[in-house]
């Protein structure tokens, strides 16, 4: 017997349809077609246009009668210039659809031109710093419309292949803010594991615990979704089979495969909310410049710790999954702290350059970000603060 508090009240979407395998994106032009576009614009950025997969894709497109366009201009981290001068370009050709080939960046910005065609406001009106802006914004957005998106991603990690929201920093303010709209969802996802075969080992790793910290976080999360932790479970179990393969040897197929399905498992959990760790890594990003996973990845341990309290019975379920012993939440700390030991990530913030004077200035922003509300426990600027100097010192021990 269940009490009526048992019940769930919520509202939730799953995502985007999935084309996954080694070799698909030579499916792209057909895949195109499928979504009616005659004139993709393809969105990368300036690194990824200059690899042999864009001419190829580019040339695949052209062949198929396709009137193909490439806008590269997209930086790491992302700001509004990058989105908006993509739907000047959009505009300009007569584009019908987005093919968001890339890491996150370019899937983001690749996602938010698709949006922005078609809207009535600027995009610094559209963008969401709170869930107080949360409504009046999503009462704003335009969505009739909106052009077809494929996303093609080339790493495995960032879940925005499948997201329905992109992170785009408003410079003025050097914050991270989010476009957010269920209707940003990619139409197809076209996810081809061979296109991660060159990723670096350090850029493997960190996107990869960018996967890890997506599923956990999600199955951590205390909002309501009834089918995303068995998916966050699954993303984590690939994360422990697959991400040090991955890291030692870039050409395992089969390894890489199975960080592209942990990516896109984090990709369908996150769709329940994130945590702590998001909300603690993206000033990280947006004043220091230090990439998302590798935040992530030095972070998780302390906010684990942090949230123990309230996800014990959880941590046990994980622990158990992952044939940890004994199967507590200690266990899986140190799991975690393995793994990233093995993928040669630094233990504390002060390895990537934080110093104390800093947490005045990130820990505000991080208590303000709209993911620290997803976090199992309340957490506000002072908790932020102690979470920002147990990462600086590597200190576990909450
Ligand atoms: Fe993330």
Redesign the pocket.
Known sequence: MTGKSDIAHADWAFPTQVRFGLGRVRELPEICRELTMARPLLVTDGGIAGLPMSAAIMDSCAAAGLGVALYSDVQANPVERNVTDGVAVFEAGGHDGVIALGGGSSLDVGKAIALMAVQKYPLRELTIASFQDFAEIQSKLVTDGLPPVVTVPTTSG??SELGRASAIIDEESRTKKGLFHPLMMPRICLADPELTLSLSPAITAAVGF?AL??SLEAYCCAFSHPFADGVALKGMALVDEALVAAYRDGADRGARARMMMASLAGGTAFQKGVGAV?ALSHPLSSRHGIH?GLA?AVLMPYVLAFNMPVIKAKMAALARLLDLTPPSGAAVIDWLVDMREQCDILHSLAALGIIEADIATLAPLAAADITAVENPIAVGESDMAALYGAALDGDLSY
Do not use: Q
Request: net charge negative; no cysteine.
């Open positions: 960032t879940g960018d910290s997506h998001h998302h992530n």
